[in-house]
């Protein structure tokens, strides 16, 4: 059952043109712009839009997921049918998990073609934590954000409102653009960590614990709030 409804919300996202733009176009526009940048470290850039790319498939695709189910009523008539809404809720979880790493890799297969980003069987290993715990910080908020709004319009306000100022805030940390009260903030940001991670992973250099820990933090927190909004009927 949770396989079938997952391959069910695969084919609902590719479905949404939307969506599927701002997962699979949109990163690699935004890895191309960077790219024309005089002095750009590329690594530094391929891993932010990677980090970017997971983050539009589980943070952005959840939320707006989730919003718009609740939008036409659909999450109140599941409730009527023998398909259990926590299956439900996993098979959306498990789709946007398979998009979202799926986005991220290409992110990086373009990174290589384009920058020249040198890539490795080992540093695709090393990157399976911070993936994982990337994916459940994102997703766990995601699923809060689409469980506090009533519609799929004010869902994309809250994640645009979100997750592009997280972006900015940590490509201008990583480039020593923010003053030293902002700066000091920035590594609790998850996509920041989520970066660092993935260029660690990338450069062969082991986990770091910091980013693994911030990650960690967010993803219980946002788990428990989503188990308390998800508990209540929406």
């Known amino acids: 059952m949770l396989v079938n409804e997952t391959r069910w919300q695969i084919r609902l996202y ?26 750009q470290d590329v690594l530094s850039a391929t891993a932010f839009v990677a980090a970017l790319a997971l983050a539009m498939a589980v943070y952005a695709g959840l939320a707006m997921g989730i919003a718009s189910a609740r939008e036409v009523g659909l999450l109140k008539r599941l409730r009527s049918t023998p398909l259990p809404m926590l299956v439900h809720i996993a098979a959306r979880v498990a789709a946007c998990a398979l998009l979202g790493t799926f986005a ?56 645009n409102a979100t997750l592009f100022p997280l972006f900015l805030l940590s490509v201008a940390a990583e480039r020593g653009m923010l003053p030293e009260w902002a700066a000091a903030l920035t590594p609790l940001l ?45």
């Open 14 to 39: 590719l479905r949404d043109r939307a969506a599927t733009f701002f997962t699979f176009a949109f990163p690699p526009l935004v890895l191309l712009f960077w790219s024309r940048q005089s002095q």
């Open 104 to 159: 991220l890799i290409l992110t990086l297969g373009l990174g290589a073609f384009w920058l020249g980003l040198s890539l490795s069987l080992s540093g695709f290993t090393g990157l399976l934590p911070g993936l994982v715990l990337g994916f459940a910080a994102l997703g766990s908020w995601g699923l809060v954000v689409g469980s506090l709004v009533r519609t799929a319009n004010a869902a994309s306000y809250l994640v």
């Open 190 to 234: 998850p996509l920041q960590n989520l970066a660092l991670l993935i260029q660690t992973a990338l450069k062969g250099d082991g986990m770091l614990l910091y980013p693994l820990l911030t990650l960690l933090c967010w993803a219980v927190l946002g788990a428990a709030v989503a188990a308390r909004r998800l508990s209540r009927p929406l």
